[in-house]
Nanobody, 114 residues
């Protein structure tokens, strides 16, 4: 069974930064497309960023220029660097691994507030 464990969430002031990490196990990490999603209270889960097994990236318009997704295949880890955070970035952030099917982590809370 695939395991995905997120960390790095917390409370940060507007304009601040956080780096989320997602460590995976029981998968051949390098062949997976890795993604970060988020879900704010009362809203649907939305795709934030994608990185393919070849390293291509894509971002939601709302985070372009502020967030960066990266991966370290040697550490089976995907990261989400979040800069210039805004209150509307407040959500639970989920890591996802996709190959034939999709697996999810348990989520990490990010709260942007003064």
């Amino acid at each position: 069974q695939v395991q995905l464990v997120e960390s790095g969430g917390g409370l940060v002031q507007p304009g601040g930064s956080l780096r989320l990490s997602c460590v995976t196990s029981r998968i051949i990490f390098s062949i997976y497309t890795m993604e970060w999603y988020r879900q704010a209270p009362g809203k649907q889960r939305e795709l934030v960023a994608t990185i393919t097994n070849g390293g291509s990236t894509n971002y939601a318009d709302s985070v372009k220029g502020r967030f960066t997704i990266s991966r370290d295949n040697a550490k089976n880890t995907v990261y989400l660097q979040m800069n210039s955070l805004k209150p509307e970035d407040t959500a639970v952030y989920y890591c996802s691994a996709f190959f034939v099917s999709r697996d999810w982590g348990q989520g990490t809370q990010v709260t942007v507030s003064s």
